[in-house]
């Protein structure tokens, strides 16, 4: 896995060990404060976490994180689960509403490429063994209540779930894992490393490696990521809900379709549905790929898609026109396609290619502004618009 870069102007925090200790204490969920002990190498691996907090490992009570999963309580009592280091083949399900916390051990919890949790899934749409399973079933990691809400469907509104379907994990948080799903190492159908619907759940320092759809936000679905990796080659941000992606790397392993590739639901309640990448920096996986102005920020799919990104550094693999339609026969592109820019920068951002293709939108400083920050885009469901439903969100990374 490459080398994790994210712009050197960005703050870093960090607290002392002692001070850490004693606020070791338990806390719902556990927080940016004491994680540092709880995930540090120790001879008992659970000194420093707090009481609520499972030990997954080869020579642990749960030697597979499902099997941890499983063992919570349907209810609202916050769990953490701490993982070994090692690869973990196996696929992960979350159904309840309770907040969990997954913690992958390591002595350097602010650092991405000293990882040493790996969960790993090996499926794509359309395989012998999937058919036409939905991409559902090819996820590494799935949050969501049931499995009709994890659905994506077809069509322009995507599968329908149940009306009485209730929401899922209020508040679910990793840290410090890898979630890859290597089916092949190019695009060759879905294959989901992560998956979240009517869910809300934060991912802090950690990667996810795919080729094609590497994360799904699904309907009612929230997701949040800091100083995470994300790579993929086709619509590898794609999805219903709401995404904001902080200083993070996007790699990019080879073009094909646009890296984001929203669907936007039209609600009865005003949503901003969308995925907002933000102070990140979009690059090719590695230096001996040869895609210099191939790869498209997104492309629509349906005509209500949002992305913008914003002030982030573009490498020189991506189009003079920044994003593009969906197919030259299915344009998919009306006046309410937003698909945006605010203040990138780089030699990806070609200013006279992208006036020239008038398929991006170039947003001025009013135009940013409903968007401009993680509590003004993740409203309250059902709510006019009831801006601020971040509680579950760890601003401290
Ligand atoms: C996990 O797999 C990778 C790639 O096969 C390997 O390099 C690494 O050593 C493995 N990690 C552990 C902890 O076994
Ligand atoms: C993270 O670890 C890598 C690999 O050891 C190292 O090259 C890099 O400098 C570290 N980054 C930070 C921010 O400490
Ligand atoms: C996740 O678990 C739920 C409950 O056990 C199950 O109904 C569902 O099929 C699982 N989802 C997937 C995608 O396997
Ligand atoms: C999901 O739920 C909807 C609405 O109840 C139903 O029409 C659909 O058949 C369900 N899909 C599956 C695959 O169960
Ligand atoms: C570069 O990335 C591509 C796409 O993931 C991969 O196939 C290739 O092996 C990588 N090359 C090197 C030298 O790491
Ligand atoms: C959303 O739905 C309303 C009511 O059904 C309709 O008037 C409006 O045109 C729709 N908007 C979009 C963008 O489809
Ligand atoms: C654009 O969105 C507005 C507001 O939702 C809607 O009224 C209008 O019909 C949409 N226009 C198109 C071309 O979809
Ligand atoms: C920028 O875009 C214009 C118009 O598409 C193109 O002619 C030019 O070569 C591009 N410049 C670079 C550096 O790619
Ligand atoms: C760009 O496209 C918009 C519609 O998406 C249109 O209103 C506008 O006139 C176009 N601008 C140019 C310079 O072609």
């Known amino acids: 896995m490459a080398v994790f870069s994210v712009p050197s102007s960005l703050p870093f925090h960090l607290l002392s060990f002692p001070t850490l200790l004693l606020l070791s204490v338990f806390t719902t969920p556990i927080n940016a404060l004491n994680r540092y002990t709880?995930?540090?190498?120790?001879q008992n691996p659970l000194s420093g976490c707090p009481p609520n907090t499972l030990?997954?490992?080869?020579?642990?009570?749960?030697?597979?994180?499902?099997?941890?999963i499983l063992s919570l309580p349907h209810n609202d009592y916050p769990y953490n689960i701490l993982i070994l280091p090692g690869n973990y083949t196996e696929q992960l399900n979350i159904t309840r509403s309770g907040p969990v916390t997954l913690l992958g051990q390591t002595a350097f919890p602010t650092n991405l490429t000293k990882n040493s949790v790996n969960v790993v899934w090996h499926q794509a749409?359309?395989?012998?063994?999937?058919?036409?399973?939905d991409n559902a079933f090819t996820s590494?990691?799935?949050?969501?209540?049931?499995?009709?809400?994890s659905l994506t469907g077809s069509g322009p509104t995507g599968n329908t779930v149940p009306a009485d379907t209730s929401f899922g994990n209020s508040d679910f948080r990793a840290y410090n894992l890898n979630f890859v799903n290597d089916y092949l190492p190019y695009s060759a159908g879905p294959s989901l490393?992560?998956?979240?619907?009517y869910a809300n759940a934060g991912f802090y320092y950690t990667g996810f490696y795919s080729y094609q759809d590497?994360?799904?936000?699904?309907k009612l679905g929230n997701a949040y990521f800091s100083r995470c990796e994300i790579a993929g080659q086709t619509d590898f941000l794609y999805g219903f809900g709401t995404a904001w992606i902080q200083s993070s790397r996007l790699s990019l392993r080879g073009c094909g379709g646009g890296i984001t590739?929203?669907?936007?639901?039209?609600?009865t309640w005003v949503n901003k549905y969308g995925v907002y990448i933000s102070e990140s920096v979009v690059e090719k996986a590695n230096s001996s790929l040869s895609i210099e102005g191939k790869c498209a920020l997104g492309r629509p799919w349906n005509a209500q898609h949002r992305s913008i990104f914003s002030r982030c550094y573009l490498d020189d693999s991506i189009v003079?026109?920044?994003?593009?339609?969906?197919s030259a026969t299915d344009p998919r592109f009306n006046f309410n396609t937003t698909m945006a820019e605010y203040h990138d920068y780089g030699p990806g951002f070609n200013l006279t290619g992208r006036l020239a293709a008038n398929v991006t939108v170039l947003m001025t400083d009013r135009m940013w502004e409903p968007y401009s920050a993680p509590e003004k885009v993740f409203v309250y469901p059902g709510t006019n618009g009831r801006e601020g439903n971040v509680g579950w969100i760890d601003f401290g990374v």
């Open 261 to 267: 590739a929203w669907k936007g639901t039209n609600t």
């Open 193 to 197: 490393a992560l998956s979240v619907s």
């Open 125 to 133: 749409t359309g395989t012998a063994s999937t058919g036409t399973l």
């Open 55 to 68: 030990l997954v490992g080869a020579t642990a009570k749960y030697t597979t994180i499902q099997s941890a």
């Open 320 to 326: 003079p026109s920044g994003y593009i339609k969906w």
């Open 38 to 42: 709880c995930q540090y190498p120790t």
């Open 214 to 218: 590497t994360i799904y936000i699904g």
């Open 140 to 149: 590494t990691l799935t949050i969501a209540p049931t499995l009709n809400s």
